[in-house]
Structure formats: C-alpha cells, structure tokens
C-alpha cells in the first residue's frame, strides 16, 4: 500500500510539513526519511539538520504538546539518510528505500548500531544532540 504523503509532490511535502498543514496522519516514519532526504538534496546536510530541527519541533508543537520532539534522534536519523543518499545508485527517493528497505524495516537496528543508549527514551537525548558512543555517522 502507498503512504499517501506519497501523492505529495516533494515540493508540496515539504511546503506544508513547514507551514503545518500537513495532516500528522501522513507523517509516518518513512515520511521523517523522505522529509529528511528532501531537505538532504535540497539544501546539504548542515542545513538540512538545522531545517528539520526546527520544523519536526515546530510540527510537534502545533499538533502535539511539544514533547515528542528529540534532537538527537533527528540529527541521528538525519545523519543515516544522509549515508544511504551517498551509497544509493538511486535517483529519487522511492527508489533508494526500496534499494535500502532496512530504512523502513530496521530503523531501530541502524540507530542501536551508532548508540548503546536509548536516544528514543533519554531525556537528555531529547533537548540535546549525543554523539554516538558506537560507531560515529559516515
């Protein structure tokens, strides 16, 4: 079944994910990846961390009480698109998940492979970015 953040042009996407119009039903996980990959071929990876912070925490605010927002997971996240962007013989986004399906299907094994600790869970995690204590980010 297709994610219908899919029906989104990237343009569209990522116009109403920063302007909060985009339902938080569409925002999926593989909507974060893809949010992030846009903003990865867009912009570069420094902007495109310092983008998505901003607008996931903003995101959270607007449709959330703003405590689910974690720094560190989306640097983290951001950081792993950015290694598959660079190993992808892909053109588009679609194609470097279906190259890459462990993006989607073992996020959690990819992250615990940089981190012993729980950066979904820590506290400190959420308000500040941690280096990993496992392997550093490619």
């Known amino acids: 079944m297709t994610e219908k953040h899919l029906l989104l042009t ?3 996407f990522e116009e109403k994910f920063k302007n909060c119009t985009l339902s938080p039903v569409l925002f999926t996980h593989e909507a974060h990846l893809r949010l992030a990959y846009i903003h990865i071929k867009k912009y570069g ?3 495109a961390i310092k983008n998505l912070c901003h607008q996931i925490s903003t995101f959270d605010k607007t449709f959330g009480d703003g405590t689910k927002f974690n720094k560190t ?3 983290a996240a951001t950081k792993v698109v950015y290694h598959f962007i660079n190993k992808s013989k892909s053109v588009d986004f679609r194609g470097m ?6 993006l989607k299907s073992n996020f959690l ?4 492979s940089h981190y012993t600790l729980d950066i979904f869970n820590d506290k400190k995690a959420k308000r500040v970015y941690l280096e990993p204590d496992l392997l550093p980010f490619s």
């Open 10 to 12: 990237n343009q569209q």
């Open 45 to 47: 990876l420094a902007k």
């Open 73 to 75: 997971v989306t640097i």
């Open 97 to 102: 998940i279906e190259e890459f399906p462990r």
């Open 109 to 112: 094994g990819l992250i615990k």
